[in-house]
């Protein structure tokens, strides 16, 4: 049975010890960390395919962008 590919958008912020941390915004709890990009991304993909496996479709929302505010 072959599973369909679905996107996912990662929001990327680095925190005060250096590392990358990354949050998928559709899936409620979804997020993770790495030294690199590279290193996030990897463990991104195995915390998306965990958090699917727990996740009910009809409840996760919509990714709409991101905005720039300047204050």
Known sequence: M??????FYV????DEDGYYV???PQLKGC???GKTIDELM???KEVVELCLED???????EF???QKLVV
Do not use: A, T
């Open 31 to 33: 997020y993770s960390q």
């Open 22 to 24: 990354g949050e998928v």
């Open 64 to 66: 709409v962008g991101v």
């Open 55 to 61: 996740e009910d479709n009809d409840i996760m929302s």
């Open 42 to 44: 990897l463990n991104m």
């Open 11 to 14: 929001i990327i912020e680095r």
């Open 2 to 7: 072959s599973m369909s590919k679905r996107e």
